[in-house]
Nanobody
Framework: QVEVVESGGGLVQSGEAMTLSCAAS????????MGWYRQDPGTERDIVLN??????????????RYRDSVKGRFTITRDNAKNMIYLKMNNLQPEDTSLYYC??????????????WGPGVQVTVSS
């Protein structure tokens, strides 16, 4: 079993900053990509597709990618020794309001691959 847990989140005002943290634990042999996704309750993508959209992801070699709307404002970092990632969000805007989920994928100690999700944290940005 692999467990993923997020921390951080909450309510901030427009222009402020916030950092999210995510830790993966359990029977992990190897962690590959870890990332942050968002899901907006009540939207068509949520109701019809139950879809989550990539915010930022980072590989074990440190290479990262971001959705266009957060480039220059958000930074994803990774601590391989602790199996953790962080998302530093600067200059938050109301449109960043969403449920943020952490995802990790890799291989378990028994050899099987895994994709694990955290329960999610709410980020709310007031104008």
């Amino acid at each position: 079993q692999v467990e993923v847990v997020e921390s951080g989140g909450g309510l901030v005002q427009s222009g402020e900053a916030m950092t999210l943290s995510c830790a993966a634990s359990g029977a992990i042999l190897r962690l590959d990509a870890m990332g942050w996704y968002r899901q907006d309750p009540g939207t068509e993508r949520d109701i019809v597709l139950n879809a989550r959209d990539l915010v930022a992801s980072i590989n074990s070699d440190g290479s990262a990618r971001y959705r266009d709307s957060v480039k220059g404002r958000f930074t994803i970092t990774r601590d391989n020794a602790k199996n953790m990632i962080y998302l530093k969000m600067n200059n938050l805007q109301p449109e960043d309001t969403s449920l943020y989920y952490c995802q990790a994928d890799g291989r378990q100690t028994l050899g099987n691959s895994f994709v694990a999700w955290g329960p999610g944290v709410q980020v709310t940005v007031s104008s």
